[in-house]
């Protein structure tokens, strides 16, 4: 599959790994719906794109629901004509451990909160799981050629702090191994799924944190820096040209380490 002339949906496209991903697609030739919930951030994208001469659509949404996503999908479909590439980048972080524990009683003094189990995983899990279930549908009723992105994350191997992330993120990297075995039982044969899984990304959540505990993280990663969002967003391209690449979740991390031993 071609990048140029292709349709792409990427959700959490206005920022950050999303908004590499558009850029890239946009330079190869793609036309691109830009699915966000920061009107302010869509907004500046799609100018960004236009005066480069990018054909783009900036469309606001919250990817939990089902009728957001039903019209984002038919947007794009109706702007352009089709639909072959459908990236899930909208994802939040809410961190904090299952219990804490009063140091003077021993006991739990606070507990992680429903509120942040349940956005979490509204949005980062069943956000992937509505883009990628109505992109599909759009795909095999129109008869295009296409690839399903969900965006997993390393920390699938399971994080301390990240219960509610690191959750998400394992179920989505088992979801493409589910939908190609579908899609196989089912007779669907024009559509992949390639899931990518990053490391510690060069995004303002990280760029911005203290530098002494970015630096500790760094002495885990074996090239020694972040990967750059334009990284995973050209692995995302090579994704689309290698119709090898199916049914799997690729680790894209530079190498990423436990302290001192084995690669995660």
């Known amino acids: 599959m071609e990048i140029k002339d292709s349709v792409a949906v990427v959700t959490g496209g206005a920022s950050g790994i999303g908004e590499a991903v558009v850029k890239h697609l946009i330079r190869c030739g793609a036309r691109v719906a830009v699915v966000d919930l920061e009107q302010k951030n869509i907004d500046r994208v799609i100018t960004e794109i236009r005066q480069?001469?990018?054909?783009?659509?900036?469309?606001?949404?919250?990817?939990?629901?089902?009728?957001?996503?039903?019209?984002?999908?038919?947007?794009?479909?109706?702007?352009?004509?089709?639909?072959?590439?459908?990236?899930?980048?909208?994802?939040?972080?809410?961190?904090?451990t299952l219990l804490s524990l009063d140091k003077e009683t021993g006991h739990v003094s606070k507990k992680l909160s429903f509120e942040k189990w349940k956005a979490v995983i509204d949005i980062d899990l069943t956000g992937t799981f509505l883009t990628l279930r109505d992109a599909a549908e759009a795909m095999v009723n129109g008869g295009w050629e296409g690839l399903l992105v969900p965006?997993?994350?390393?920390?699938?191997?399971?994080?301390?702090?990240?219960?509610?992330?690191?959750?998400?993120?394992?179920?989505?990297?088992?979801?493409?191994?589910?939908?190609?075995?579908?899609?196989?039982?089912?007779?669907?044969?024009?559509?992949?799924?390639?899931?990518?899984?990053?490391?510690?990304?060069?995004?303002?959540?990280?760029?911005?944190?203290?530098?002494?505990?970015?630096?500790?993280?760094?002495?885990?990663?074996?090239?020694?820096?972040?990967?750059?969002p334009e990284e995973i967003a050209d692995m995302i391209g090579y994704c689309m040209t290698n119709h090898a690449l199916n049914a799997t979740t690729i680790e894209i991390t530079g190498g990423l380490c436990y302290s001192h031993g084995i690669a995660k």
């Open 52 to 96: 480069q001469g990018g054909d783009a659509i900036g469309v606001w949404a919250d990817v939990t629901s089902e009728s957001d996503t039903a019209r984002f999908i038919n947007e794009t479909v109706s702007t352009f004509g089709k639909l072959n590439l459908a990236v899930t980048c909208a994802g939040i972080i809410r961190d904090g």
């Open 151 to 228: 965006i997993s994350s390393v920390n699938k191997v399971g994080q301390i702090g990240q219960l509610n992330y690191s959750s998400a993120k394992a179920a989505i990297e088992l979801m493409p191994k589910i939908i190609i075995g579908e899609f196989l039982m089912r007779g669907i044969h024009n559509i992949r799924c390639v899931g990518i899984a990053p490391g510690y990304t060069e995004t303002s959540l990280l760029t911005g944190m203290n530098q002494e505990a970015l630096k500790a993280i760094l002495a885990d990663v074996h090239i020694g820096r972040l990967i750059k």
